[in-house]
């Protein structure tokens, strides 16, 4: 195995049902999600698509590789972006960048997600990053300069700069129903 990986390495693995990423050249691999995880990005996608297509941007999830440099790409859960002249991109590098990244934790990512991702994810100048936390019933809203996340437990708010509407997303709606009714874990 390399001690920095390429891109192109990564393409050239054998596709196994693992998630691989790279950032600065460093592998992450990580199991299938869940069926918890599954069920969160789906409600999410739910909520987000209307908007979305209001707002006349492409929606994306996982697997979806944003790539970033030779040694640089990952997959947000869920991701959105401008479209190219009113069309969903062909392939990230048509567009180049994410209005909004969000990740659900899972058990094998939190560090990876809390802050080797996190950090590329500011680096790169992403107007904001989710982590949705299952286990507290919150989100981490990580605006691209801040130092610490905003932790909301009700209604996440976003509003790309060109936005004609801003979006509001009631997450412990997103839990509910996706999860039931089980309360979060303190």
């Given at each position: 195995?390399?001690?920095?990986w390429?891109?192109?390495q990564?393409?050239?693995l ?11 050249g ?7 999600p869940s ?12 909520v ?6 209001a707002q006349?941007?492409c929606l ?6 944003v ?5 640089t ?8 972006m401008p479209?190219?002249?009113?069309r ?14 969000i990740e659900?934790l ?21 107007p ?5 936390d ?13 130092e ?17 509407a801003?979006?509001?997303v ?7 129903a ?9």
């Amino acid at each position: 195995m390399p001690d920095y990986w390429t891109v192109d390495q990564l393409h050239a693995l054998p596709d196994d049902g693992q998630r691989y990423e790279i950032i600065d050249g460093e592998l992450h691999v990580t199991p299938a999600p869940s069926f918890p995880h599954q069920l969160v990005i789906g409600e999410l996608v739910y909520v987000l698509k209307p908007w979305c297509d209001a707002q006349g941007y492409c929606l994306l999830f996982a697997p979806a590789a944003v790539t970033w440099s030779p040694r640089t790409e990952v997959q947000p859960d869920i991701l959105v972006m401008p479209k190219v002249n009113g069309r969903p991109p062909g392939r990230f590098e048509d567009v180049g960048r994410l209005l909004l990244a969000i990740e659900v934790l899972a058990p094998s990512t939190k560090r990876w997600d809390r802050f080797t991702k996190r950090r590329e994810y500011q680096r790169r100048g992403v107007p904001e990053y989710w982590i949705v936390d299952i286990e507290a019933r919150c989100v981490e809203r990580w605006p691209a300069t801040a130092e610490s996340p905003e932790v909301i437990r009700d209604i996440v708010s976003f509003r790309a700069d060109e936005a004609s509407a801003g979006l509001d997303v009631r997450m412990q709606d997103v839990f509910r129903a996706a999860l039931g009714d089980a309360p979060a874990e303190d």
